[in-house]
């Protein structure tokens, strides 16, 4: 009887070594890993670490060794260590040597697999008591014991992906060295073996867009598959959905971009073996991956798709079809069949540059904004530079077709050394430009004659004004005319022709005429204001508690720490989280910022607002616009004889 307790007990005391065994997150030096084992995150079993089996197409079983989603009923792999080295022996094992590195061998005893770590045991300065160790994040590390007594990581596997892309994992590109680390797509839907798509930063581009290259190698070794388009302040995926925000950071050598995601981390990026990235989300619902974005797809988004000078449009106006299309100025090269492989050819040549062109003789081009563009490949970057210089800069060269400018300021984390401005030009054709309207920025494009001369265009006039036709987005056409600057209207009706809207006109659109993708930005901080407090733009100061304007009521309680004041007591009294309301306060303060370079783009306000770990820079003290602008009209001499509006619209009809 006795026996068989005993029996019993070691039985038990078997499985139970075994199943802990299984469920560990740590490899030591006496521990090592075995088929059928796995080690298994802290956060919840989310990610576990162990051997899989793979049968290829010619039916030979691999054995490989793999980090996959743990509580997903999909197998899904995210990073495979021996992915060129699959294992056809019966068993293997991987262990941690007594000179603290990972080592996977097979059965027979040959190494398929090893870390490169340069810190070890057993020398001076080096780490001892190591273990390997799965993070929640998905990621395989080896920590050792240093000499200074803390817990140091010196090799972790989201440092040498494959062709997954996890939260936290650091996309980077030293653009001094022309380097970056590549993330490879499988071979085959079923062979992790590195396949002919990589995907990586741009060194020759100072790191600012993210490539796919097909081939071998990059640069010359690799052709362009597929181009994120320059990065512009909004991140290189920054506003695809509102489940992820990006950060970029630029230490003066490194630039590196990694993404957090509100849908925790099952949130990844995919790169396939067809050359497509795709970031997916797990749906608990259908218990199937959700994808949010996938690209280039078999539409016109593949790199250099429409041919120089021409763009693929992917704002979906056209019934949600991409379509290659050419740039404003510009015309197809076949245009019987409209074949977009040769581009496009301009309408109206530039005229020779330099001579009286540009100096005396009358000016002989201009820039023409095109918003909402993915800006073409093949730029020179300029430091240092404002938007005026950079205009400036693009003007006197006659080799200049276009240029575009943004200023990463408040928006990426810099060196102290680093240049915040952000100047490309272009110097020839015009390669693999779009039409994006969630990354879009201006393009500036170098066009013969100039804006106001446009005769072809040119539907009519009234006395000094400039009649010149329009289509709005559903199609209608209207009449837009441009008033002079001596025009004259009449004093008792112009006030009609006022802004109604005024208080959500940002400031230098009102007084200076500006527009740029920071006027929506102040727009919607107006409203994310008002839907807080309850109160008007134009709400009077004695609602204000004296203030002189909204903006400066909710700054100024911000200031202080008191911004719950500032919350309507009906958005208390719903029990909505106060938190949220002064992170709103928060955001459309920083969207009401006087100057648009302080302003976040759209696509960050987005983010910021899906994410409340998301970095929030210190709004600066607003200039209090409504009484700066009716100042500065008052200044003015002829602030009683002109409206002020500087364009209006009217319905196009027959006469």
Same mark, same amino acid.
């Given at each position: &009887? %006795?026996?068989?307790?005993?029996?019993?007990?070691?039985?038990?005391?078997f499985?139970?070594?075994c199943?802990?065994?299984?469920?560990h997150?740590?490899?030591t030096?006496?521990?090592?890993?075995?088929?059928?084992?796995?080690?298994?995150?802290?956060?919840?079993?989310?990610?576990?670490?162990?051997f899989?089996?793979l049968?290829?197409v $010619?039916?030979?079983?691999?054995?490989?060794?793999?980090i996959?989603y743990n509580?997903i009923?999909?197998?899904?792999?995210?990073?495979?260590?021996?992915?060129?080295?699959?294992?056809?022996?019966?068993?293997?094992?991987?262990?941690?040597?007594n000179?603290?590195? %990972?080592v996977?061998?097979d059965?027979?005893?040959?190494?398929?697999?090893?870390?490169?770590?340069?810190?070890?045991?057993?020398?001076?300065?080096?780490?001892?008591?190591?273990s390997?160790?799965?993070r929640?994040t998905?990621?395989?590390?080896?920590e050792?014991q240093?000499? $200074?007594?803390t817990? @140091?990581v010196?090799?972790?596997?989201?440092?040498?992906?494959?062709?997954?892309?996890?939260?936290?994992?650091r %996309?980077?590109?030293?653009?001094?060295?022309?380097?970056?680390?590549?993330?490879v797509?499988?071979?085959?839907?079923?062979?992790?073996?590195?396949?002919e798509?990589s995907?990586s930063?741009?060194?020759?581009?100072?790191?600012?867009?993210i490539?796919?290259?097909r081939?071998? *190698?990059?640069?010359?070794?690799?052709?362009r598959?597929?181009?994120?388009?320059?990065?512009?302040?909004?991140g290189?995926?920054?506003?695809i959905n509102?489940f992820?925000?990006s950060?970029?950071?630029?230490?003066? *050598?490194?630039?590196?971009?990694?993404?957090?995601?509100?849908?925790?981390?099952? /949130?990844?990026?995919? %790169?396939?073996?067809?050359?497509?990235?795709?970031?997916?989300v797990?749906?608990?619902?259908?218990?199937?991956?959700?994808?949010?974005?996938?690209?280039?797809?078999?539409?016109?988004?593949?790199?250099?798709a429409?041919?120089?000078? *021409?763009y693929?449009?992917a704002?979906?106006?056209d019934?949600?079809?991409?379509?290659?299309?050419?740039?404003?100025?510009?015309?197809?090269?076949?245009?019987?069949?409209?074949?977009?492989?040769?581009?496009?050819r301009?309408?109206e040549?530039l005229q020779?540059?330099?001579?009286?062109g540009?100096?005396?003789?009358?000016?002989?081009?201009?820039?023409l904004?095109?918003?909402g563009?993915?800006?073409p490949?093949?730029f020179?970057?300029?430091?240092?530079?404002?938007f005026?210089?950079?205009?400036a800069?693009?003007?006197?060269?006659?080799s200049?077709?276009?240029?575009?400018?943004?200023n990463?300021?408040?928006?990426?984390? &810099?060196s102290?050394?680093?240049?915040?401005s952000?100047?490309?030009?272009?110097?020839g054709?015009l390669?693999d430009?779009g039409?994006d309207?969630?990354?879009?920025?201006?393009?500036?494009?170098?066009?013969a004659?100039?804006?106001?001369n446009?005769?072809?265009?040119?539907?009519?006039?009234?006395?000094?004004?400039?009649?010149l036709?329009?289509?709005?987005?559903d199609?209608?056409?209207?009449?837009?005319?441009r008033l002079?600057?001596?025009?004259?209207?009449?004093?008792a009706?112009?006030s &009609?022709?006022?802004w109604?809207?005024?208080?959500?006109m940002?400031?230098?659109?009102?007084?200076?005429?500006?527009?740029?993708?920071?006027s929506?930005?102040?727009s919607f @901080?107006?409203l994310?204001?008002?839907?807080?407090?309850?109160l008007k733009?134009?709400?009077?100061?004695?609602l204000?508690?004296?203030?002189?304007?909204?903006?400066?009521?909710?700054?100024?309680?911000?200031?202080?720490? /008191?911004a719950?004041?500032?919350?309507?007591?009906?958005?208390?009294?719903?029990?909505?989280?106060?938190?949220?309301?002064?992170?709103?306060?928060?955001?459309?303060?920083?969207?009401?910022?006087?100057?648009?370079?302080d302003?976040p783009?759209?696509?960050?306000?987005?983010?910021?607002?899906n $994410?409340?770990?998301?970095?929030?820079p210190?709004?600066?003290?607003?200039?209090f616009?409504?009484?700066?602008?009716?100042?500065a009209l008052?200044?003015? @001499?002829?602030?009683?004889e002109?409206?002020?509006?500087?364009?209006?619209?009217? &319905?196009?009809q027959?006469r």
């Amino acid at each position: &009887m %006795l026996s068989q307790h005993v029996l019993t007990l070691t039985i038990f005391l078997f499985f139970l070594v075994c199943f802990c065994h299984s469920l560990h997150d740590r490899l030591t030096s006496v521990t090592p890993l075995y088929p059928g084992d796995k080690l298994v995150s802290d956060n919840g079993g989310m990610f576990a670490l162990g051997f899989f089996n793979l049968t290829t197409v $010619n039916s030979t079983r691999s054995l490989y060794l793999g980090i996959w989603y743990n509580n997903i009923p999909e197998r899904t792999y995210v990073w495979v260590a021996n992915r060129n080295s699959p294992i056809t022996t019966p068993s293997a094992k991987l262990v941690l040597t007594n000179t603290s590195r %990972l080592v996977l061998s097979d059965s027979e005893g040959r190494v398929v697999w090893a870390t490169d770590n340069s810190v070890v045991a057993g020398g001076s300065g080096t780490g001892t008591g190591g273990s390997g160790v799965l993070r929640s994040t998905g990621s395989f590390e080896l920590e050792l014991q240093l000499p $200074n007594g803390t817990a @140091g990581v010196v090799w972790k596997s989201l440092d040498h992906p494959t062709d997954t892309i996890l939260p936290t994992f650091r %996309l980077w590109t030293n653009y001094r060295a022309h380097t970056a680390v590549r993330v490879v797509a499988w071979k085959g839907p079923r062979d992790p073996s590195a396949g002919e798509f990589s995907l990586s930063g741009d060194p020759g581009s100072r790191g600012l867009q993210i490539v796919i290259w097909r081939g071998t *190698g990059t640069g010359t070794a690799g052709g362009r598959s597929w181009r994120s388009g320059v990065w512009n302040g909004a991140g290189a995926f920054s506003s695809i959905n509102r489940f992820v925000y990006s950060q970029v950071v630029d230490d003066g *050598g490194t630039i590196y971009a990694a993404y957090n995601a509100a849908g925790g981390p099952t /949130t990844h990026w995919k %790169l396939d073996y067809t050359g497509n990235v795709s970031l997916r989300v797990w749906n608990v619902e259908s218990s199937s991956w959700s994808v949010l974005f996938e690209g280039p797809g078999t539409g016109c988004l593949g790199y250099g798709a429409c041919g120089p000078f *021409g763009y693929c449009d992917a704002t979906g106006r056209d019934g949600g079809v991409q379509e290659c299309k050419c740039l404003d100025g510009f015309e197809p090269e076949d245009g019987f069949f409209r074949d977009f492989s040769r581009g496009c050819r301009r309408k109206e040549a530039l005229q020779a540059c330099g001579g009286g062109g540009e100096g005396g003789g009358g000016r002989r081009h201009y820039f023409l904004a095109l918003p909402g563009m993915k800006v073409p490949d093949k730029f020179l970057y300029v430091r240092n530079r404002s938007f005026e210089e950079c205009a400036a800069e693009c003007d006197r060269n006659c080799s200049c077709t276009a240029y575009a400018y943004a200023n990463l300021s408040g928006i990426v984390t &810099m060196s102290a050394t680093s240049d915040v401005s952000r100047c490309l030009l272009w110097m020839g054709e015009l390669v693999d430009t779009g039409k994006d309207s969630d990354l879009g920025e201006n393009l500036y494009l170098r066009l013969a004659g100039s804006p106001g001369n446009n005769n072809k265009k040119k539907i009519g006039s009234m006395a000094m004004e400039i009649v010149l036709p329009g289509t709005l987005e559903d199609g209608r056409e209207v009449a837009v005319k441009r008033l002079s600057n001596g025009s004259e209207q009449d004093p008792a009706l112009k006030s &009609m022709l006022d802004w109604p809207k005024r208080g959500y006109m940002s400031p230098e659109y009102t007084m200076e005429g500006i527009f740029s993708v920071k006027s929506d930005t102040y727009s919607f @901080g107006i409203l994310l204001l008002e839907i807080v407090s309850g109160l008007k733009i134009s709400a009077p100061p004695h609602l204000l508690t004296g203030y002189p304007s909204l903006i400066a009521y909710a700054w100024n309680l911000w200031k202080d720490g /008191t911004a719950r004041e500032f919350v309507d007591a009906m958005v208390v009294e719903s029990r909505c989280s106060l938190d949220e309301a002064l992170q709103c306060i928060h955001i459309g303060l920083l969207c009401v910022q006087d100057s648009p370079n302080d302003r976040p783009l759209m696509s960050l306000v987005v983010s910021m607002l899906n $994410n409340e770990a998301a970095p929030r820079p210190v709004p600066s003290q607003p200039l209090f616009f409504a009484q700066r602008y009716h100042e500065a009209l008052a200044t003015r @001499g002829d602030y009683s004889e002109h409206s002020a509006n500087d364009v209006s619209l009217s &319905m196009l009809q027959g006469r």
